[in-house]
């Protein structure tokens, strides 16, 4: 529940509690499910406390996980319930329905055939009807003649809790001399034991996901309780470490993301809960998990911008995750090619221990990168890929290599405007272009999900067909792709043709193979895969990252195109990446076409500081939204006389924000800057105490905004 803390209960004689217990209590006229946070001795105040309804028969939480939810909380300057309801996401799922197995009776069958035995070999596991055919290679008709004669009869069972222990003593590849040392240096500092932080450092295919799996190796080695976390930015990459996690340690490990369906989230939860599940891949809210030993937790990409959640409670999972692992004593490794500039930051200054891999393993190299200025060599109208880029595909297709060609947009055109009045399709209640997906035909929000069937007539002024699409989506280039090489199997990738986790490991997978040639896709497949005919990236628009005024717009930029690019050039055969750009001579563009991540992160690094903003100073944001302007208005008026004053602490607004509308609700920002030696989160929580919000209007706190929409 949104209250602001815990509320104080009596023990019934005899119960037992203890921290973490998840318990049955009495708010207002109805019982709710909690937990103890907190046990003390009291004589009886002056106000009798309601008792405790009843114990619950569930798992307890472990006492790291509980003061975790509660730092949680304060450091976000939110309410603790909603850590506390993200952490027991898995508590309350459905519990796995019973299967129904079959088992040998011990009754003969009246006739003895060859397949019949071969049935009741198999049935020395209880297995479902289905899956005991399946082993004994015979058609279901036997298996029911079996149940039908009486030698095999169902029973329900609980469906399977149990993960494989993962066999940490299983050979992983030979580490090369650069990878050697840094698995070297992360084991003698877990084996050292208690709180430290790692960064792993290392170009895309430098063998990254090897060292920090040595590591797991060493940490599940020398405990046989040690849990381990791997955090990832996108379910995408989650099945792909899945595997190979699998493959070292010869066990599945629990998975835990949003796609994953209730009764196995449930069976994961529980099963970390216990200690039973030792290894858990997963996305951000897997940091909330329940782990009682969690003595490792590994980071990729964490520079993704996706580790940040943006609504509800507001998170940076990388920075949890650090937190997390001082609460548990745990080790942190944070693994990137381009890491944050906040990590850097702390890698330079030490309090990070710095691990740098050399180069890509093996014969593999990173990829010739080069810019197509798009002045000089621009696209046919109304197409998106310039002469060189189709050469360079048609050459790439013609060796029977791979071409990705990268576009941060979804949908098939980014705007659909009428010719006739100029009319641009905006969402009804929000303040965005809707944007046009011709596979399903519907104008789409991409900020809210509003759609509609793409109309005939323009709504505004009713001319007839003069709707046209503007700018390019994934959709869009694909199409273009389509219509150069009809030769060439053409598939996209994003959120909304892999839209759950198995189309998106399929389309991985196919990929992996060699069975698609041109693959057009988001940053949902340009991070983190392995394609080893993949020779040729095309980023379509390089500068797209680049526009609206982003703290961290030229950072991000860097990094999103440095890993696209990484995908060219995996194994033996060279790569090559094009990048199509207005503008060559920009820092980003210069600093990625020469390959040279340190003079670019210097550069911005000297920019950041000169204006004290993060690494060098903190930011927090606040935005109030509500449906009635002047109470809007007035609210936040008021909110900024309320702003403390404190030294090192600017607040800047309040300012409409960029994004004024949505879902009909009226936006305001401000934005708070502060040194780094301030308590932010102390700061923001005395101002947010002091705001009084009428009930229309929603406050939100973002501490390290990410979004400044
Ligand atoms: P990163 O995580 O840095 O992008 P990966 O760990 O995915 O790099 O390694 C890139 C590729 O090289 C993978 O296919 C991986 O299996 C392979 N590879 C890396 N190191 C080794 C090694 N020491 N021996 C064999 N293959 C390796």
Known sequence: MPLPEAFDYAEPDG???????????????????????????AAGGNRPLKPIEELLAEP???????????????????????????????????????????????????????????????????????????????????????????????????????????????????????????????TALLAEGGFSVALLDGVTGSGKTEVYLEAAAAVLAADPDAQVLILLPEIALTQAVIGRVAERFGAEPGEWHSDVAPPMRRRVWEAVAAGRCRIVVGARSALFLPFPRLKLIVVDEEHDASFKQEEGFIYHARDLAVARGKIEDAAVVLASATPSL??????????????????????????????????????????????????????????????????????????????????????????????????????????????????????????????????????????????????????????????????????????????????VATQAAAKGHNFPDLTLVGVVDADLGLRGGDLRAAERTYQLLAQATGRAGRKEKAGRALLQTWAPEHAVMQALVAQDRDAFVAAEMAEREAAGLPPFGRLAAVVASGTDPVALEDFVRLAAQSAPNSPGVEVYGPADAPLGLIRGRRRKRFLVRADRTVDLSAYMATWRARMKPPASVRVAIDIDPYSFL
């Not at 299967?99 to 070999?121: C, D, F, I």
């Not at 280039?477 to 150069?484: C, D, N, Q, T």
């Not at 959120?495 to 040639?517: C, H, N, V």
């Open 342 to 519: 906040e990590t850097l930051r702390n890698a330079e200054q030490g309090r990070y221990r710095w691990l740098r891999l050399e180069g890509r393993h093996g014969e593999a190299r990173l990829p010739d990168i080069e810019l197509i200025d798009l002045r000089e060599t621009p696209p046919e109208t109304g197409r998106w890929l310039s002469p060189p880029l189709v050469k360079a595909m048609g050459e790439t297709f013609a060796r029977g290599e791979q071409t990705l060609l990268f576009l941060n947009r979804r949908g098939y055109a980014p705007l659909v405007l009428c010719k006739a009045c100029g009319e641009r399709m905006t969402a009804p209640d929000t303040d965005s272009w809707l944007v046009e997906h011709r596979y399903s035909g519907r104008l789409v929000c991409h900020l809210t999900g509003f759609s509609m069937p793409k109309p005939k007539a323009c709504p505004h002024c009713g001319a007839a067909d003069a709707l046209v699409s503007i700018g390019p989506g994934v959709e869009r280039v694909e199409e273009e792709a389509k219509s150069l090489f009809p030769q060439a199997r053409v598939a996209v990738f994003s959120s909304d043709t892999a839209f759950d986790a198995r189309e998106g490991k399929r389309l991985i997978e196919a990929m992996a193979d060699g069975q698609i040639d041109i693959l």
């Open 15 to 41: 119960m037992g509690l203890e921290l973490g217990d998840q318990v049955a209590a009495p708010l207002g006229p109805r019982l709710l499910r909690g937990v103890v946070v907190g046990l003390r001795e």
């Open 60 to 186: 307890r939480l472990p006492p790291g996980t509980v003061e975790f939810i509660q730092w949680a909380a304060r450091y976000s300057v939110d309410w603790p319930g909603q850590p506390l309801a993200i952490a027991l996401r898995g508590a309350r799922a459905p519990k796995p329905r019973p299967v129904r197995v079959l088992e040998a009776t011990g009754a003969q069958p009246a006739r003895m055939t060859p397949a019949r035995e071969k049935v009741l070999a198999a049935a020395a596991r209880p297995l479902s009807p289905a899956d005991l055919a399946r082993a004994a290679g015979v058609s279901s008709g036997v298996v029911k003649a079996l149940v039908d004669e009486g030698v095999l009869a169902a029973r329900l069972i609980e469906a399977d809790a149990s993960f494989p222990p993962p066999d940490p003593a299983r050979p992983g590849a030979a580490l090369n001399a650069s990878q050697a040392a840094a698995a070297g240096a992360l």
